[in-house]
């Protein structure tokens, strides 16, 4: 990336998110941490940014604080194999016309490609699902209201009066930041809030996560095991976390990485 490309991103993440780290701007870059630092202290001389350490912090607040976790644009390069052969067992769980509601992450994402043969009935909130479906296939799209944060391409309302309230769900499907033995985890509270009035909605919750999640954890549960119905997953995950969610009566799928898929069922 050239330096003015990598400085704008700099100062796109900064002006969005107000404190950045120099990981988190390696990342968006993919430049060197020497060469992030140089970009930040250049800036700084510009008066475009305020040097911190460890990172970058905007000179003005910013209007409304952004969602806590990686951005979308990051999530998406990491197992890929893994997310596409999960996202096409989940829409081989769903029938032509059922209605159903699918959360923005980068996991989810991934169903839009098997989703072009479809016709169904989709609600969701996030931006890139629902311009793909829109672009590429026949499905009906209703997209959820209110502020759209950039970092995550995902809109979000704290208010209860949205449109969430008015759709039913045969199934939904939605990642996780983790999955332990409390429940899945998010980052976020306005993620929870908005994420909880969509599981609301829907008969059957079927959770998405490739077998990393497994080792993660937040200190915000947004539900408990019980409440899941499915999860699919790859075949990376350890005989213990299965025996975990076989406790909880949750079913599990199995699939192998970017492959055909094979399926086991704890009950």
């Known amino acids: 990336m050239h330096e003015k490309d990598r400085h704008r991103v700099i100062l796109s993440a900064v002006q969005d998110r107000s404190l950045v780290t120099v ?43 952004g969602l806590a976790g990686r951005p979308f644009s990051v999530n998406e390069t990491l197992n890929i194999a893994e997310k596409q052969a999960i996202a096409t067992a989940a829409v081989e769980l769903c029938e032509d016309g059922e209605p159903i509601i699918i959360n923005g992450g980068t996991t989810t994402f991934q169903m839009v490609h098997p989703l072009a043969s479809r ?29 759209i944060y950039r970092e ?18 045969r199934r939904m499907f939605m990642g996780a930041s983790g999955i332990g033995p409390l429940g899945l985890m998010e980052q976020d509270p306005l993620l929870i809030q908005a994420e909880q009035k969509l599981i609301g909605q829907a008969e059957e919750l079927i959770v998405l996560v490739d077998s990393s999640k497994f080792a993660n954890r937040s ?44 399926e086991g069922v704890a009950s």
């Open 23 to 65: 990981v988190d701007l390696c990342a968006l870059t993919g430049a060197s941490e020497a060469t992030v630092r140089r970009d930040i202290n250049t800036l700084d001389k510009q008066k475009r940014l305020r040097r911190v350490r460890g990172g970058a912090e905007a000179l003005a607040a910013k209007p409304f604080v």
């Open 119 to 147: 016709r169904l009935q989709v609600f969701t909130n996030s931006f890139p699902i629902a311009e793909h479906l829109l672009k590429n296939t026949t499905n009906t799209v209703m997209l959820s209201g209110g502020i």
């Open 152 to 169: 995550q391409n995902i809109i979000l309302s704290p208010f209860d009066n949205d449109v969430t309230r008015n759709f039913y769900a």
């Open 219 to 262: 200190s915000l549960v947004l539900c408990p095991l019980d409440r899941i119905d499915t999860i699919i997953t790859d075949d990376g995950i350890d005989d213990r976390t299965a025996r975990m969610l076989e406790a909880a009566d949750v079913t599990l799928i199995v699939v192998p990485s970017g492959s055909a898929q094979k």
